[in-house]
């Protein structure tokens, strides 16, 4: 559905990604591991059309995306679970969910599916968003990503930060968007969940892809992990 070939990308002057190669078949969970400041949130960027394209392509579903802004983007099916959540917190939670809501390529999400999804929402619908706390402020960030009825759902640390109940929610939440055949982009520091739910791994360091493969690979491979994802 997805591919990123040799991508490079920065801020201004400053250059992040190196040469990033990625892929993401359709209906596929695929992670992308990396410590802080290698590069994770910049290829999001800029697959997103947030940051531009310096060298390399991108490509969804046979249409390339180099110089496409954001909301043209986003309207080709690709959803977003920023980093930070970034919720209209003026806005109630319903107003929210509508700000996003579209349906421009036949699926399935409306606003009570989110609410089946998320019933805290629904408790909180005529709610400001500000006042929500930081995982219900989560479950709408994600709830308002599935309103646009992406066909690739990118998340970016989705569960940072998050109690662990919550963040309980939210794996189970992205299982049953799996075995619905969601495809998906993840970002997290969750070996173990992700683990369970991924069907293949990209690890990036300081703006590279240095390896790629299954949870199984990963986890027959202790040394990976403490070279590339180890503190």
Known sequence: MLQAENLQSGYGASKVLFGVNLEIPSHAVVSLLGRNGMGKTTTVRTIMGMLPIQGGSVTFDGQRLNGFRPHRIARLGLGLVPEGRRVFGSLTVHENLVATSRNEHGGSWSMERVFELFPRLKERRNQSARTLSGGEQQMLAIGRALLTNPRLLILDEATEGLAPVIRQEIWACLNQLKSEGQT??????????????VDRHYMIEKGRIVWNGTSEELMSQPELVNQYLGV
Do not use: A, V
Request: aromatic residues 0%; without cysteine.
């Open 184 to 197: 998906i982009l993840l970002i997290d520091k969750n070996l173990k969940e992700l683990n369970h739910l």
